[in-house]
């Protein structure tokens, strides 16, 4: 079992930072990639960005890309997504998982929700205009 907490997010003005954290605990040493993902009220979940853990390989989805930087403190099983020029329409509830289940060398290889097999419990960005 893998337990994901995640913190940083809150209220924000549009083009301001935030900066995500999320902290791993328990049989990470089985974590092959670990990846953001984002559900605003009636729309699907989406995906953000991945990392592959041990080359620390990224990808991130077209909508984030440039933005958006995800990276891993490996010392502190600990994965960030650093966002900025953040948008009203970034409001949303973001969440981190963890992939223990191996789908591929590659970080775009975790980009389907499925691929990952725990979640934290997400934490809320409200991005103001």
């Known amino acids: 079992q893998v337990q994901l907490v995640e913190s940083g997010g809150g209220l924000v003005q549009a083009g301001g930072s935030l900066r995500l954290s999320c902290a791993a605990s328990?049989?990470?040493?089985?974590?092959?990639?670990m990846g953001w993902f984002r559900q605003a009220p009636g729309k699907e979940r989406e995906f953000l960005a991945s990392?592959?853990?041990?080359?620390?390989?990224?990808y991130y989805a077209d909508s984030v890309k440039g933005r958006f930087t995800i990276s891993r403190d490996n010392a502190k099983n600990t994965v960030y997504l650093q966002m900025n020029s953040l948008k009203p329409e970034d409001t949303a509830v973001y969440a981190c998982?963890?992939?223990?289940?191996?789908?591929?060398?590659?970080?775009?290889?975790?980009?389907?929700?499925?691929?990952?097999?725990?979640w934290g419990q997400g934490t809320q960005v409200t991005v103001s205009s």
């Open positions: 990392i592959y853990w041990s080359a620390g390989s990224t």
């Open positions: 328990g049989r990470t040493f089985s974590t092959y990639a």
């Open positions: 998982a963890a992939a223990s289940s191996y789908s591929g060398s590659r970080s775009y290889n975790y980009i389907l929700p499925g691929k990952y097999d725990y």
